[in-house]
């Protein structure tokens, strides 16, 4: 009877050690396979690291076309503006009366001067047409122009001015002593057309700016060419 107790207690205890095997052999299954998995994430994350880093390059190509596109057309925009022609609206126009009398050898001379008053170089070209009327509407108008001189180009700066010089007579050397002076023209104001433009009224003043006679004996009245 001992015997046969002795024999199950011994069994017991060999069943209870497969049991116990088989456990333990579970866990380290399953430790298995948990190890693995980190792996393989690690080789994906790995790979999709890869793709991304392989795709930047191709990114930054588009960019960088776009900018010597608009490079190279700003470029071709550049270039220099023509020089416009003086005109009644850029310039203001002086006529300043000889400060001394004619000779029976050397003529008066007045002048027309041109300032430019806008912000950019004008330039004159063409011939300028000067007229000057009887303030007393006794004579024929003097009517002229500077073809004869010469009309090259002159240009005129910004605040800058050109100046042409009138050749005339205003004496009377004919008549009596008392009338020397007494002309057939006697102009407060002239007539002035720079080059394709419209005319413009001028008052006649002296050099020091207070009012002008215009006064035109004959009808030899020179206009000299523009210099600046």
């Known amino acids: 009877m001992r015997l046969r107790t002795a024999t199950l207690a011994t069994a017991a205890v060999f069943v209870a050690g497969l049991s116990l ?57 550049s270039g220099g503006d023509a020089v416009s022609a ?20 050397e003529p008066a001379a007045a002048t027309i001067k041109v300032t430019n008053t806008s912000g950019s170089t004008c330039t004159l070209v063409g011939a300028t047409t000067l007229t000057a009327k009887d303030d007393q509407n006794k004579a024929d108008p003097i009517a002229t122009d500077n073809s ?15 100046s042409a010089d009138v050749l005339y007579t205003d004496l009377n050397f004919e008549g009596s002593q008392s009338a020397r002076e007494v002309c057939a023209v006697q102009a407060s104001k002239v007539e ?18 207070a009012p002008g006679i215009f006064n035109v004996c004959t009808k030899d009245v020179k206009f000299g060419a523009f210099h600046s």
């Open 21 to 77: 095997t088989a456990c333990n052999s579970g866990d380290d299954d399953s430790k298995s396979a948990d190890t693995s998995s980190p792996v393989a994430t690690a080789s994906t994350t790995a790979s999709t690291a890869a793709g991304a880093s392989t795709a930047k390059p191709g990114g930054t190509k588009a960019p960088k076309t776009g900018t010597n596109t608009s490079g190279s057309g700003s470029g071709s925009g």
């Open 86 to 105: 003086c005109t009644t609206k850029t310039t203001t126009i002086q006529f300043i009366a000889a400060a001394g009398h004619a000779s029976e050898s």
């Open 148 to 162: 004869a001189a010469g009309t090259d180009a002159v240009d005129i700066a910004p605040g800058a001015s050109a």
């Open 192 to 209: 002035i057309a720079l080059p394709k433009d419209i005319a413009r009224t001028i008052k006649v003043t002296k050099s020091n700016g």
